[in-house]
């Protein structure tokens, strides 16, 4: 697709729309006519007007050092988040209850509705008041009780017309109230102002009190605590009078000489064992190798003489052997019981010098930790005495730059709002317009038919003003320039135009559905085809329904359809045969010859596929120039599909603003499908008031809905 087919399809489609919406101009003028004064009414009669006071204040950083708070107590931050704390302190339900308990707001019908008075008479009242015309006078309904008043409730309401902003750049801010009363309005801003300056120092009040109930709390604590320490100290000290650097420095070095005694007695303990062990280990031994192990003088001489023989040498030998035993036994116990004695004073020393030690230790820690509670105890004792000399000096962090003198008119915006109101009906109108036309799936118009189907509208027949179908003869009889004769005017001569080599003959007229205007538009254009001086018949090719009875009551007791194609049938009852001049009945009225439906035990389909049929068509051709079928609706029976091989022309009647678009291409494709080409469309049943009602005007001039009831297979 090129680019100016695609500038073409989207122009097309927005004249489309436009078009759509200038045809339905009225709907969208009610809409915007009732958005417009349901606007006004509400702009001037329902709702209140309302006005806007607002306070402007500043934050204040410099504050006076003499005056400046501390103990504790936080002071305003100069960050964006501070500023916005601020703001919404000013809103917070705890300020704006003590505004409401001021004013008492509570009693004010403004934000107390239990105290107002019956809404002013609206749109909203209309349905109420209508339903009031119809009933009796009800009876007086008894008083309501009044309803307790709920303080939440006012405060979210006051809350509400509470507003606050922060100039950029600036430590200023605005404290805006709206109100129906524009001196209220001031009233409630500057109201606000205050409280929020009176709570500024009240919370500064209550932190410095609390700073000082707590710095008084804490100080008694540490002074406590100072004592309780203190007294510890003491004790200690008695406990251990000797605990002192010194001794335990004397203890430390009388326990490094007694390690050097224990030492060498251990020494010594080592060697008088060794020496009696030698002993011990020779004891069984010779003279001489006793004398070698002990190395003794004395005994070394008396080996000599034992070796000489001398008498007693022996045994003064073997009584010296025994002496030093004995002697090497008490040098081994006297030096184990000084080592000993030893160990036993070096552990003595150690556990004096750890228990010393430790109280030493014990006391110092006391002392570090008693000096360092009393720098805090003299540190909070200062702060309390600060503290206390600042309650009741402390100043507001903000002040009031612009009081609020007198409220200015805010709502409501008449005009905005009845503007709006008339846009919103129009566009409400327009989405009315545009929604019915997306939700339809009938045909309105020849052009909107022709462009689904593509197929040409031969006609566009109005439906006929007359009441019951005898009368719908009549007045196509004594009305041959009404305008609905006029369009079957405009069809005969778009059917004969539509072949000029070959015009058609036999016509046949069918539909998708009953009551679709078919058989009307058969009747009325075979009285045109009659009115060009031509033999028409018209036969009824719906012999299941029969509804020509109903336009032709004469003709009920003459012969039939069925009776004509008994004739040429070998196997037909010769008494129900007849021929088509005895059958035919000629209306006066309309020129034409009709030919009648039959009640059939056999299947309509089965005797128009007959061999009989066939030659029945072949007969009334010699004897008529037109002849029109009015046969069943194709989505009902088979019985259009078998005749239409037989007509010259076929006809397809669609029902105005009724037939959907489904069923119409349904009916189309099962005529397809047995090969017929359908000549052209009738759009039928067109209601002028309808065109009007969808926005189409006067283009056409007529048209109407048909109806039916009964079944096709009902007889």
Same mark, same amino acid.
């Given at each position: 697709?090129?680019?100016?087919?695609?500038?073409?399809?989207?122009?097309?489609?927005?004249?489309?729309?436009?078009?759509?919406?200038?045809?339905?101009?009225?709907?969208?003028?009610?809409?915007?006519?009732?958005?417009?004064?349901?606007?006004?009414?509400?702009?001037?009669?329902?709702?209140?007007?309302?006005?806007?006071? /607002?306070?402007?204040?500043?934050?204040?950083?410099?504050?006076?050092?003499?005056?400046?708070?501390?103990?504790?107590?936080?002071?305003?931050?100069?960050?964006?988040?501070?500023?916005?704390?601020?703001?919404?302190?000013?809103?917070?339900?705890?300020?704006?209850?003590?505004?409401?308990?001021?004013?008492?707001?509570?009693?004010?019908?403004?934000?107390?509705?239990?105290?107002?008075?019956? @809404? @002013?008479?609206?749109?909203?009242?209309?349905?109420?008041?209508?339903?009031?015309?119809?009933?009796?006078?009800?009876?007086?309904?008894?008083?309501?009780?009044?309803?307790?008043?709920?303080?939440?409730?006012?405060?979210?309401?006051?809350?509400?017309?509470?507003?606050?902003?922060?100039?950029?750049? /600036?430590?200023?801010?605005?404290?805006?109230?709206?109100?129906?009363?524009?001196?209220?309005?001031?009233?409630?801003?500057?109201?606000?102002?205050?409280? +929020?300056?009176?709570?500024?120092?009240?919370?500064?009040?209550?932190?410095?009190?609390?700073?000082?109930?707590?710095?008084?709390?804490?100080?008694?604590?540490?002074?406590?605590?100072?004592?309780?320490?203190?007294?510890?100290?003491?004790?200690?000290? *008695?406990?251990? *009078?000797?605990?002192?650097?010194?001794?335990?420095?004397?203890?430390?070095?009388?326990?490094?000489?007694?390690?050097?005694?224990?030492?060498?007695?251990?020494?010594?303990?080592?060697? *008088?064992?060794?020496?009696?062990?030698?002993?011990?280990?020779?004891?069984?031994?010779? @003279?001489?190798?006793?004398?070698?192990?002990?190395?003794?003088?004395?005994?070394?001489?008396?080996?000599?003489?034992?070796?000489?023989?001398?008498?007693?040498?022996?045994?003064?030998?073997?009584?010296?052997? &025994?002496?030093?035993?004995?002697?090497?036994?008490?040098?081994?116990?006297?030096?184990?019981?000084?080592?000993?004695?030893?160990?036993?004073?070096?552990?003595?020393?150690?556990?004096?010098?750890?228990?010393?030690?430790?109280?030493?230790?014990?006391?110092?820690?006391?002392?570090?930790?008693?000096?360092?509670?009393?720098?805090? +105890?003299?540190?909070?004792?200062?702060?309390?005495?600060?503290?206390?000399?600042?309650?009741?000096?402390?100043?507001?962090?903000?002040?009031?730059?612009?009081?609020?003198?007198?409220?200015?008119?805010?709502?409501?915006?008449?005009?905005?709002?009845?503007?709006?109101?008339?846009?919103?009906?129009?566009?409400?109108?327009?989405?009315?317009?545009?929604?019915?036309?997306?939700?339809?799936?009938?045909?309105? /118009?020849?052009?909107?038919?022709?462009?689904?189907?593509?197929?040409?509208?031969?006609?566009?027949?109005?439906?006929?003003?007359?009441?019951? =179908?005898?009368?719908?003869?009549?007045?196509?009889?004594?009305?041959?320039?009404?305008?609905?004769?006029?369009?079957?005017?405009?069809?005969?001569?778009?059917?004969?135009?539509?072949? #000029?080599?070959?015009?058609?003959?036999? #016509?046949?007229?069918?539909?998708?559905?009953?009551?679709?205007?078919? /058989?009307?538009?058969?009747?009325?254009?075979?009285?045109?085809?009659?009115?060009?001086?031509?033999?028409?018949?018209?036969?009824?090719?719906?012999?299941?329904?029969?509804?020509?009875?109903?336009?032709?009551?004469?003709?009920?007791?003459?012969?039939?359809?069925?009776?004509?194609?008994?004739?040429?049938?070998?196997?037909?009852?010769?008494?129900?045969?007849?021929?088509?001049?005895?059958?035919?009945?000629?209306?006066?009225?309309?020129?034409?010859?009709?030919?009648?439906?039959?009640?059939?035990?056999?299947?309509?389909?089965?005797?128009?596929?007959?061999?009989?049929?066939?030659?029945?068509?072949?007969?009334?051709?010699?004897?008529?120039?037109?002849?029109?079928?009015?046969?069943?609706?194709?989505?009902?029976? @088979?019985?259009?599909?078998?005749?239409?091989?037989?007509?010259?022309? &076929?006809?397809?009647?669609?029902?105005?603003?009724?037939?959907?678009?489904?069923?119409?291409?349904?009916?189309?494709?099962?005529?397809?499908?047995?090969?017929?080409?359908?000549?052209?469309?009738?759009?039928?049943?067109?209601?002028? =008031?309808?065109?009007?009602?969808?926005?189409?005007?006067?283009?056409?001039?007529?048209?109407?809905?048909?109806?039916?009831?009964?079944? +096709?297979?009902?007889?």
């Amino acid at each position: 697709m090129t680019a100016a087919d695609q500038d073409t399809g989207t122009t097309f489609s927005i004249l489309t729309i436009l078009n759509t919406l200038w045809r339905g101009k009225w709907i969208i003028g009610v809409c915007a006519l009732i958005g417009f004064l349901h606007a006004a009414n509400k702009a001037y009669r329902v709702e209140v007007p309302t006005y806007r006071a /607002t306070t402007q204040m500043a934050l204040n950083f410099d504050t006076d050092p003499a005056l400046e708070v501390t103990g504790g107590v936080p002071q305003l931050g100069r960050d964006q988040s501070s500023f916005n704390t601020e703001m919404e302190i000013i809103r917070s339900r705890e300020l704006i209850g003590r505004l409401v308990d001021r004013l008492d707001l509570t009693q004010d019908p403004e934000f107390n509705p239990a105290l107002r008075g019956d @809404p @002013p008479f609206g749109l909203r009242d209309v349905p109420g008041w209508v339903i009031g015309l119809f009933r009796a006078d009800p009876e007086p309904a008894p008083a309501a009780a009044p309803r307790p008043v709920n303080r939440n409730a006012v405060i979210t309401r006051v809350r509400n017309r509470i507003s606050t902003s922060i100039q950029r750049f /600036t430590y200023v801010f605005s404290i805006s109230a709206v109100s129906e009363d524009p001196r209220k309005a001031a009233l409630l801003s500057n109201t606000l102002a205050e409280i +929020y300056r009176e709570d500024q120092i009240q919370s500064k009040v209550q932190g410095t009190e609390d700073a000082a109930i707590w710095l008084s709390d804490r100080v008694s604590d540490l002074q406590a605590e100072l004592e309780t320490r203190q007294n510890e100290i003491n004790e200690l000290r *008695a406990r251990s *009078a000797l605990a002192s650097p010194e001794a335990i420095a004397q203890l430390n070095s009388q326990s490094v000489a007694a390690t050097s005694q224990l030492q060498l007695a251990e020494l010594a303990r080592t060697r *008088a064992e060794d020496a009696l062990a030698r002993i011990i280990a020779v004891e069984d031994a010779t @003279p001489a190798e006793q004398v070698a192990a002990l190395d003794d003088a004395q005994l070394r001489g008396l080996l000599a003489r034992v070796q000489t023989g001398e008498a007693t040498s022996q045994q003064r030998f073997d009584r010296r052997f &025994v002496q030093l035993r004995q002697q090497a036994e008490a040098e081994a116990l006297r030096a184990q019981s000084q080592a000993t004695e030893l160990q036993s004073q070096i552990d003595r020393l150690s556990l004096q010098f750890e228990s010393q030690s430790a109280d030493l230790i014990t006391i110092e820690q006391l002392e570090r930790e008693t000096e360092a509670t009393r720098i805090l +105890y003299e540190t909070f004792l200062n702060r309390l005495r600060e503290t206390s000399v600042q309650i009741g000096v402390q100043q507001a962090d903000s002040r009031v730059l612009s009081e609020a003198l007198w409220g200015s008119y805010i709502a409501p915006r008449k005009s905005r709002i009845t503007f709006m109101g008339f846009l919103m009906g129009v566009l409400v109108g327009a989405g009315i317009v545009l929604g019915r036309e997306m939700l339809q799936n009938t045909f309105r /118009t020849a052009e909107e038919l022709e462009k689904r189907t593509r197929l040409s509208v031969l006609g566009q027949i109005p439906r006929i003003p007359a009441k019951g =179908r005898v009368p719908t003869i009549m007045y196509l009889a004594n009305k041959p320039t009404s305008a609905a004769a006029e369009s079957v005017r405009n069809l005969r001569t778009s059917l004969l135009m539509s072949d #000029i080599d070959r015009p058609p003959q036999v #016509i046949m007229m069918t539909s998708s559905l009953p009551a679709e205007g078919k /058989t009307t538009t058969a009747i009325a254009l075979a009285q045109n085809l009659a009115g060009l001086d031509k033999r028409v018949l018209l036969i009824e090719g719906d012999i299941r329904r029969r509804t020509f009875s109903a336009y032709f009551p004469d003709a009920t007791e003459r012969p039939g359809i069925l009776s004509v194609i008994a004739q040429f049938s070998q196997n037909a009852d010769n008494k129900r045969q007849a021929s088509l001049e005895e059958a035919v009945l000629r209306n006066g009225d309309l020129g034409i010859d009709i030919l009648m439906g039959e009640k059939s035990a056999i299947n309509a389909a089965d005797v128009f596929a007959s061999s009989a049929f066939r030659d029945f068509m072949a007969q009334a051709r010699t004897l008529y120039d037109y002849i029109i079928v009015d046969t069943p609706p194709v989505l009902v029976v @088979p019985d259009a599909r078998v005749i239409g091989p037989y007509a010259d022309a &076929v006809l397809y009647a669609v029902n105005w603003d009724k037939t959907s678009q489904t069923q119409v291409a349904e009916g189309l494709s099962q005529l397809a499908k047995a090969n017929l080409r359908v000549t052209g469309l009738v759009l039928t049943q067109i209601d002028p =008031r309808g065109m009007r009602r969808y926005g189409y005007g006067s283009k056409y001039g007529y048209g109407a809905y048909g109806g039916g009831k009964n079944g +096709y297979y009902d007889n």
